[in-house]
């Protein structure tokens, strides 16, 4: 299958430090990102969908200012918890679709730990 | 809204037997069904897509797809200790996201 890459794996941030994860397609041009978070022991929680070139679509209950979403190249998306606390500690996870097949593979995933 | 259900478990099954997962769908123009297989504290991994009804093979793994009955299963054969995961069905059609159901948490016990 497709490889998508995500950087860092693991974060450590004190509270009220903003943290960036980066999240690439490496072999194939995605049009359409995806980020998700997951709480232990928990589901998948869809954040928001990253188009290339257009603002993010978040889902209900996300806050668009507290996580920024950039999507600026067709294999790039990053996305940015700015002034982080302890209850955004998670496991944050992106995936990208595979226009070619409408299959959609996922990163390795990021634990952000808040201090 | 759309939704995709499965049995959250866990579903215990003996190594050697076949484990059978099960996803139900509500959106009736679906046209894309998926597997993902997700370990404790990793992320998910794409094992089986099936568009057709039908069965789909592949090694130890069966997708099966019924469409009339919104009803998509994965079948896995002599199941192994490394086969416990949380298994994800996912739902979609092209160019729209898609939908995850909860997952069904599998043990195969040795």
């Known amino acids: 299958g497709a490889v998508v890459s995500q950087h860092p794996s693991r974060v450590i941030c004190k509270s009220g430090t903003s943290v960036k994860i980066e999240c690439r397609s490496l072999?194939?041009?995605?049009?359409?990102m995806f980020w998700y978070r997951q709480f232990p022991k928990q589901s998948l929680m869809l954040m928001a969908t990253s188009n290339e070139g257009s603002k993010a679509t978040y889902e209900q209950g996300v806050e668009k200012d507290k996580f920024l979403i950039n999507h600026a190249s067709l294999t790039l998306s990053t996305l940015t918890v700015t002034s982080a606390h302890p209850e955004d500690s998670s496991f944050y996870i992106c995936s990208a679709r595979d226009p070619d097949y409408n299959e959609q593979f996922f990163g390795p995933g990021t634990r952000l730990t808040v201090l | 809204q759309k939704e995709v259900e499965q049995n959250s478990g866990p579903l215990s099954v003996p190594e050697g037997a076949i484990a059978s997962l099960n996803c139900t769908y509500s959106d009736r123009v679906s046209q894309s069904f998926f597997w993902y297989r997700q370990y404790s504290g990793k992320s998910p991994e794409l094992i089986m897509s099936?568009?057709?009804?039908g069965d789909k093979e592949d090694g130890r793994f069966t997708a099966q797809l019924n469409k009339a009955s919104q009803y998509v299963s994965l079948l896995i054969r002599d199941s192994q200790p490394s086969d416990s995961a949380t298994y994800l069905c996912?739902?979609?059609?092209?160019?729209?996201?898609?939908?995850f159901g909860p997952g069904t948490r599998l043990s195969v016990l040795p």
């Open positions: 072999d194939f041009q995605a049009t359409t």
């Open positions: 996912a739902v979609g059609n092209y160019g729209q996201n898609f939908v």
């Open positions: 099936i568009y057709s009804n």
